[in-house]
T-cell receptor, first 116, second 113 residues
Framework: EAGVVQSPRYKIIEKKQPVAFWCNPI?????LYWYLQNLGQGPELLIR????????DSQLPKDRFSAERLKGVDSTLKIQPAELGDSAVYLC??????????????FGPGTRLLVL | GNSVTQMEGPVTLSEEAFLTINCTYT??????LFWYVQYPGEGLQLLLK?????DKGSNKGFEATYRKETTSFHLEKGSVQVSDSAVYFC????????????FGKGTHLIIQP
């Protein structure tokens, strides 16, 4: 079974440029998450999707960040314009989304962003 | 709000030593608790989990017991190997099962031969 796929793995851009990250979740997983991981820290949730609906985007900085999950499968996270402080690893995760306690989230390898 | 506190790293041990990584939490309701591991150059992987008080999660020789009275979920292994060198994250979900995870800062474990 294929895991969560993310691309690109690495991205270097200059500040004020736009950037986009792509995620393909595990087949059949209804719930998709985007997390931000700063150096030396644990991941922090940015947004959660149930199928194509964003059900928790309270931590997403909406002035410059946007996300979409068309057709409830792949998802794209965009930053426009990027700032120096956006340098981090962006993680995508997915889970079955059937509810109940303790549902396992499966993580992709992440996209490491460096803003110069 | 929810929070997870882990012991600071790096933790350096010799091969075959006993390992404990402390984890305590604050959460609303009755959270589910997780340990994730990140090996060098790889993504986060679930190591073990426990969904209710007194449950013990175990995998690959690692164990952790959900202690509601002390709000803790300490990770233990009786004899570590060099291949266990990685960053370990304690995490929780409170409320619904599909909520976002709240992570600790991670503990970098280094095992020397």
């Amino acid at each position: 079974e294929a895991g969560v796929v993310q691309s690109p793995r690495y991205k270097i851009i200059e500040k004020k440029q736009p950037v986009a990250f792509w995620c393909n979740p595990i087949s059949g997983h209804n719930t998709l998450y985007w997390y931000l991981q700063n150096l030396g820290q644990g991941p922090e949730l940015l947004i959660r999707y149930e199928n194509e609906e964003a059900v928790d985007d309270s931590q997403l900085p909406k002035d410059r960040f946007s996300a979409e999950r068309l057709k409830g499968v792949d998802s794209t996270l965009k930053i426009q314009p990027a700032e120096l402080g956006d340098s981090a690893v962006y993680l995508c995760a997915s889970s079955l989304g059937v509810g109940g306690g303790g549902e396992t989230q499966y993580f992709g390898p992440g996209t490491r962003l460096l803003v110069l | 709000g929810n929070s997870v506190t882990q012991m600071e790293g790096p933790v350096t041990l010799s091969e075959e030593a006993f390992l404990t990584i402390n984890c305590t939490y604050t959460a609303t309701g009755y959270p589910s608790l997780f340990w994730y591991v990140q090996y060098p150059g790889e993504g986060l992987q679930l190591l073990l989990k426990a969904t209710k008080a007194d449950d013990k999660g175990s995998n690959k020789g690692f164990e952790a017991t959900y202690r509601k009275e002390t709000t803790s979920f300490h990770l233990e292994k009786g004899s570590v190997q060099v291949s266990d060198s990685a960053v370990y994250f304690c995490a929780l979900i409170s409320g619904g099962g599909a909520d976002g995870l709240t992570f600790g800062k991670g503990t970098h474990l280094i095992i020397q031969p």
